[in-house]
């Protein structure tokens, strides 16, 4: 076993002080992002009066937001000069080059964040706070959230090899990104979009946006009972695990199994919980968010497999994606 990092004799508040101020992080970007920092910057390198004049942030906020976030390593600074890293440039700048994800960060600070302040009755009571998307906060949430998956399906493609399938089945999932991420990745591929309510027409504008509606078919069902499409090589379980209890999760894995076509394979994606000392940190905060938010679950890794070995699937590797949950790979039986 390896020694803990917080060993005895390197113990040290650093930690301890960094978790307790993240809060302050977290904040500190949201009202940058909000303010337009990140994209003011994209006009190129400027100063905190340059950075002033350009989102219209007093020069003392402009200091602060933008050492702070140069002391993440977002930004950087030399001789007062402070610039976009390239992540920040990538995703919170409005480049078009990739998943933007400023929408994502607004629902945490409008939505997630109300939550958290009240998480220690939730500690208590394992009882989310009461879920508001009245009004304009439901078009926050949603865009939030789907653009979050959207992060998490272009991650996705980049770390799966999607050539060797011809038919892809997303059954019960959220967004129909990952299948569009799938397919444009594979052009031999063709894909079915099998879920229910709001989510069908969600699909629908992603897809028709997409251009592959001539190679996707969403067709609205209950991933619970009723029939199910078959004959499927590769079947797509995204975001599905956490929205289920147990008994729903077994059965779920088993109509997977039915779908899917012999030597077919499965991606099972999702926050998980680990049985060993490496514990994910982004997989364990999740499972907080979930409950708190509104009483949805991060399973343990080892229980989750467990649902899909009896359901005749056979796990053959767990691989995390940067920035996203981690994905199961199984093997039907």
Same mark, same amino acid.
């Given at each position: 076993m390896s020694p803990h990092p917080d060993s005895t004799?390197? %113990?040290s508040p650093s930690k301890i002080v960094d978790v307790a101020i993240g809060y302050m992080a977290a904040k500190q #970007? *949201? %009202? &940058?992002? +909000? $303010? @337009?920092? *990140? $994209? &003011? #910057?994209a006009e190129g390198p400027a100063t905190v009066a340059e950075i002033s004049a350009r989102t219209g942030l007093p020069e003392r906020t402009a200091r602060i937001l933008a050492d702070a976030m !140069?002391?993440?390593?977002? #930004?950087?600074? %030399?001789? @007062?000069?402070?610039?976009? !890293?390239? !992540?920040? $440039?990538?995703?919170? $700048?409005?480049?078009? =080059?990739?998943v933007d994800l400023r929408p994502f960060l607004g629902f945490l600070d409008a939505i997630s964040y109300g939550h958290w302040l009240g998480f220690g009755q939730t500690a208590r009571t394992a009882l989310p706070g009461n879920l508001d998307i009245s009004g304009d906060r439901l078009g926050t949430f949603m865009s939030g959230v789907m653009t979050y998956n959207a992060l998490h399906a272009k991650m996705l493609a980049e770390n799966f090899d999607f050539s060797p399938f011809k038919k892809v089945l997303d059954f019960g999932g959220l967004s129909a990104s990952f299948l569009s991420e799938a397919l444009a990745a594979n052009p031999e591929l063709n894909g079915t979009f099998f879920s229910g309510g709001p989510l069908v027409e969600s699909a629908k504008g992603v897809l028709a946006e997409a251009g592959l509606g001539d190679r996707i078919e969403v067709v609205e069902g209950d991933i619970l009972e009723g029939d199910i499409p078959t004959g499927f090589d590769l079947v797509l379980l995204e975001h599905v695990a956490h929205r289920y209890d147990d008994e729903q999760n077994k059965l779920i894995a088993k109509r997977a199994r039915e779908a899917a076509a012999p030597g077919a394979k499965l991606l099972l994606l999702d926050f998980f919980l680990d049985g060993d000392e490496n514990q994910r940190a982004i997989d364990a905060l999740? %499972? @907080? +968010?979930? #409950? /708190?938010? =509104? @009483?949805?679950? /991060?399973?343990? +890794? =080892?229980? /989750?497999?467990g649902w899909l070995t009896d359901a005749g699937w056979e796990p053959v590797e767990t691989r995390a994606l940067p920035g996203s949950p981690r994905i199961i790979i199984a093997e039907a039986r």
């Open positions: 004799s390197s %113990a #970007l *949201f %009202a &940058a992002s +909000e $303010a @337009g920092l *990140f $994209a &003011a #910057l !140069s002391s993440l390593d977002l #930004l950087t600074r %030399a001789d @007062g000069v402070y610039t976009n !890293s390239p !992540s920040v $440039a990538r995703y919170l $700048a409005g480049s078009k =080059d990739d999740h %499972a @907080g +968010e979930y #409950l /708190v938010i =509104d @009483g949805t679950i /991060v399973y343990p +890794e =080892d229980q /989750v497999r």
